[in-house]
């Protein structure tokens, strides 16, 4: 086995041993998400992971924020309360903490599809019991993440060393399957918005 192969392999058991290990000390200290702004992210108050609806919601309603940041800004530039300067820097720091938050958030959701089985994931969304809006809405989170993940994956990988292709192929694979996951995930949610 390739030795980048086994690295992500003993990653990913890593990754898993970590997360239940996170799991365990929220359950029995909530109070420590308060301390982490990473984890009052990730986990609800109770120590519980956030699902796929309620990551996709606040991934919605901060960037609504970024926006109305930004349009705040294009106010100001355009009454001469700030200069271009300043306003050219701002914006710069706009699109920096937008580009953050979606990679962030499609991290998050990304690896809740890859983890949870699709009809643990289907399950979770039936529950929620969500209206057609919320459901078009959590279609194109879903839409979002997959195209974002694609686009990420083109980016890091245009230079690769031949003698490093199986381990291109296991992590092309291992994204691929994700993204085809979340597809399959935002065929369950239009058709739940078809019935």
């Not at 194109?140 to 199986?166: G, H, Q, T, Y």
Request: aromatic fraction near 10%.
């Amino acid at each position: 086995m390739n030795d980048d192969i086994r690295k992500d392999l003993f990653k990913e058991k890593y990754e898993e041993y970590i997360n239940k290990y996170i799991n365990d000390l929220i359950k029995n200290n909530p109070l420590l998400i308060r301390e982490y702004p990473i984890l009052e992210i990730e986990y609800d108050i109770d120590g519980n992971k956030k699902d796929i609806y309620s990551l996709a919601c606040e991934r919605d309603i901060k960037k609504m924020q970024i926006k109305s940041d930004k349009n705040e800004f294009d106010f100001k530039f355009s009454q001469n309360k700030i200069s271009k300067d300043e306003y050219e820097k701002l914006i710069n720091e706009t699109n920096k903490k937008m580009d953050d938050l979606d990679l962030l958030y499609d991290d998050l959701i990304f690896n809740i599809i890859n983890y949870l089985t699709l009809e643990e994931i289907e399950q979770s969304i039936l529950i929620h019991n969500l209206n057609d809006i919320d459901l078009s809405r959590l279609a194109v989170a879903i839409s979002s993440v997959a195209e974002n993940k694609i686009d990420e994956f083109r980016k890091n990988n245009k230079m690769f060393m031949l003698d490093k292709l199986s381990y291109w192929n296991y992590k092309y694979n291992k994204i691929s399957k994700g993204i085809s996951k979340a597809r399959e995930v935002e065929r369950f949610i239009l058709d739940l918005i078809e019935k």
